[in-house]
């Protein structure tokens, strides 16, 4: 077999394995929510602290990958992570298991940092779309298997059983790492290889409390100091993140990137579809359990419409952006994405299930023929000394979307619920099943304008550039499209 297969194997079984453990653990939350006595809010740090810390420090890992190896780093972040689901397993309180979350995301984000990158340098780029495509679907795969696997799981087993019968996983996806990718040459930057500790901290520090600000505006009040005090304390980390990057000598990301008009679209456009498709995760189990009735493994297979489409379609669509380009695809996919949203905020507690299903699909299929030639685009648009930068920045939009979509459908959902009700309950499930519907609807209202406005970003894509390699004192210059 070729080492590009070779490679597009182990990096595909460790994206499995990623996008699984996120799925599995939205399917969870209202579980979680009954065991801790916690309200959803509170509850969705479990998926939020993994997606706050992959989004933080993603960049900086793509950063080590390019500077001292991909491979090092991609295994080292496998190990983290499995050790990362052992100790969840043995979490007693919601902190706890929150904690443990941080620590298991740190090994997320030092191996999906480092996955496209590896599978770019190994494909040529006539194939890079088909290749990026099939690392879509296994996306599409570790969604779908997700929620049905973690369903069935919850419905026979205790929920520390979602954690500790996944270590194995994490074994196969380190021992694939090791037999099938080949080392990287570590940069030739050898002059400025230090990582922008400055860097990676400013962007921690405003992501975190720009998102604790949304997630929390509800309960302790939108005009609160506290909650204007986080949005202050963001906007000034940004500035301070801007600044140093500005001036770093091997920044997170080198912000002369954003001036490649194909790398700034993508980023941008695939941070605002994820903002608003992540809805579906966490508003769907309130739906078909806590209004509906369905059980957890119900709910999963529900669930795994979206991602069963992307599983079926991605492939084919990075064929299709292989051999057609890139601009009008995937701005027909977010249209449909965004329209799938939309529909989804009609539902009501009769719909039938088919037609739930068909707006879901509706959602899949957008997001299969969006992905690919997105990736595609913004891994083009780089020279090969950031290909580990390039590839952060996806899986880095990818969760800035995740977690900001979140945080927003938490907070229209516990919001929307509690007003409808007349009453704030400490758990959503103690609200009445037409007032949880209420909030549900809201918020996929809000995802849809919130995916809407990916429409417009896409819209601005101009025609594949290729990438200009630069000088060594210079990094990714504009290019005139």
């Known amino acids: 077999m070729e080492y590009k297969w070779r490679c597009l194997i182990a990096v595909c079984f460790g994206t499995f394995m990623a996008t699984m453990d ?28 993994s997606s706050l810390m992959v989004t933080g420090i993603t960049l900086t890992a793509g950063r080590i990958g390019d500077l001292y190896g991909r491979k090092r780093v991609y295994i080292t972040g496998w190990v983290i992570f499995t050790v990362g689901m052992l100790v ?14 941080f620590f298991q995301a740190i090994g997320v984000a030092l191996a999906i940092a480092n996955g496209n990158a590896i599978v770019t340098e190994a494909f040529p780029p006539e194939q890079r779309g088909q290749a990026l495509g099939t690392t879509g679907s296994v996306v599409g795969a570790g969604l779908m298997t997700g929620p049905i696997v973690g369903g069935l799981i919850l419905e026979g087993l205790s929920w520390q059983a979602i954690f500790y019968l996944r270590a194995p996983i994490g074994l ?33 520090a405003t992501l975190s409390s720009a998102l604790l600000a949304v997630n929390r505006g509800t309960s302790w009040g939108w005009g609160s100091p506290v909650i204007l ?24 990301i080198a912000l002369g990137l954003f001036k490649v008009r194909s790398y700034a679209v993508g980023v941008s456009s695939l941070a605002l579809n994820f903002a608003g498709q992540s809805a579906v995760t966490f508003l769907m189990p309130f739906y078909l359990q806590q209004v509906r009735g369905y059980s957890t493994g119900q709910t999963g297979l529900v669930i795994a419409t979206v991602p069963s489409m992307m599983l079926l379609l991605s492939p084919i669509s990075g064929r299709v ?5 890139f601009r009008h695809q995937t701005t027909a996919g977010i249209v449909l994405v965004s329209i799938g949203l939309l529909l989804m905020s009609t539902i009501d507690a009769s719909t039938p299930i088919g037609l739930v299903m068909a707006r879901l699909a509706v959602i899949g299929v957008g997001t299969s023929i969006f992905m690919s030639p997105n990736s595609a685009s913004i891994m083009g ?43 704030t309950a400490a758990r959503v499930a103690d609200l009445p099943a037409e007032a949880i519907l209420d909030g549900v609807t809201a918020a996929f209202l809000a995802a849809a304008a919130v995916s809407s406005l990916a429409i417009v970003a896409s819209s601005f894509r101009g025609k594949q550039a290729r990438p200009v390699t630069p000088p060594a ?3 990714a210059p504009a290019i005139q499209e």
Request: glycine letters at 6%.
């Open 381 to 423: 648009s780089v020279p090969k000394e950031r290909l580990g930068t390039a590839s952060a920045s996806v899986a880095t939009a990818r969760n800035i979307g995740n977690a900001t979509g979140l945080a927003m459908a938490s907070a229209i959902l516990v919001g929307v619920a509690s007003t409808s009700a007349g009453f």
């Open 321 to 325: 952006s292989d051999r057609f380009g």
């Open 22 to 49: 996120f799925s599995i653990v939205n399917v969870a939350l209202p579980t979680l929510s009954r065991e801790f006595d916690k309200p959803p809010d509170t509850v969705v740090w479990v998926a939020l602290a």
């Open 88 to 101: 969840a397993s043995f979490a007693q309180t919601i902190e706890q298991l929150i904690a443990f979350r």
């Open 172 to 204: 196969i996806a380190m021992t694939l790492a090791f037999l099938f990718i080949r080392p990287s040459a570590p940069s030739s930057e050898l002059t400025s290889r230090k990582v922008d500790i400055p860097g990676a901290i400013t962007l921690f």
């Open 473 to 475: 004192s210079q990094v």
């Open 229 to 252: 005090g986080l949005f202050a304390f963001s906007a000034c980390a940004l500035a301070s993140f801007l600044r140093v990057e500005s001036r770093a000598v091997s920044p997170v």
